[in-house]
Nanobody, 115 residues
Framework: QVQLVESGGGLVQAGESLKLSCAASGTISSIDGMGWYRQAPGKQRELVAVIIRGDITNYADSVKGRFTISRDSAWNTVCLQMNSLKPEDTAVYYC?????????WGQGTQVTVSS
């Protein structure tokens, strides 16, 4: 059974940094990419960053230059380094793993940025 577990969330002040990690367990084949999404209260879930085969990355405009996505060589772990955090980054952050047949999601980790 595939499971994704996020960690690293918390409460920080504006301008500080956090690093989120997501560990995947179970057998996942044909991985196309891994990513991070977030959902703020009253808003739809949105893409934050994604890394796909060839280590091609894509970021939401709102986080470009501040966030960096990375993965391990086995596609078991994906991380999100978040610098210069802003109050508008406050949300529940979810990781996912995308395969040819299915997308798997973690349960989410709360990130709160105070002003």
């Amino acid at each position: 059974q595939v499971q994704l577990v996020e960690s690293g969330g918390g409460l920080v002040q504006a301008g500080e940094s956090l690093k989120l990690s997501c560990a995947a367990s179970g057998t996942i084949s044909s991985i196309d990419g891994m990513g991070w999404y977030r959902q703020a209260p009253g808003k739809q879930r949105e893409l934050v960053a994604v890394i796909i085969r060839g280590d091609i990355t894509n970021y939401a405009d709102s986080v470009k230059g501040r966030f960096t996505i990375s993965r391990d060589s086995a596609w078991n772990t994906v991380c999100l380094q978040m610098n210069s955090l802003k109050p508008e980054d406050t949300a529940v952050y979810y990781c996912n793993t995308m395969t040819r047949f299915k997308t798997y999601w973690g349960q989410g980790t709360q990130v709160t940025v105070s002003s």
